[in-house]
């Protein structure tokens, strides 16, 4: 990653009705010339809070497999993984996807292989990590 600045905003959408609501990721790069949301929306087996309690996680079933997305190193980790994905360049200002791809490489372990298009950056010494909800 270059050495761009980005800033990152969580917005929570709550509807009557579950599978509306959503949480969506907001990254924006420092110049605002680009935003890249990444939108998390229940569907089966997967979980996003709605509420106060555990406000910001989205959780995988049933393995449990959670992140907290108000969590620096949780946002970092699916920064650095959602940028090499994207050609900023030929895209718009603002780039939405879905979250989930993104989720369930973040939280397999380092040994696990990693989705072919999504590659891992990080210093070595200090690689950032997901911060687990529970």
């Known amino acids: 990653m270059d050495d761009t600045t980005w800033y990152w905003t969580l917005r929570q959408r709550v509807r009557p009705a579950y599978e509306d609501c959503s949480l969506t990721l907001s990254l924006y790069s420092e110049d ?8 998390f929306r229940p569907r089966q087996n997967r979980i996003i809070s709605n509420c106060c309690f555990l406000a910001g996680c ?3 079933m049933p393995d449990q497999g959670c992140l907290n997305l108000y969590e620096p190193g949780t946002v970092r980790l699916l920064l650095d993984l959602v940028l090499p994905t994207l050609d900023l360049s030929l895209t718009g200002k603002d780039i939405e996807v879905d979250g989930w791809p993104y989720f369930d ?3 397999e372990p380092a040994s696990t292989p990693t989705l072919a298009h999504v590659a891992v950056r990080g210093d070595a010494a200090h690689p950032p990590q997901p911060s687990k909800c529970c």
Do not use: I
């Not at 605002?32 to 939108?39: G, I, S, Y």
């Open 32 to 39: 605002r010339q680009h935003r890249v949301a990444l939108v």
């Open 105 to 107: 490489v973040a939280v």
């Open 58 to 60: 989205v959780v995988r």
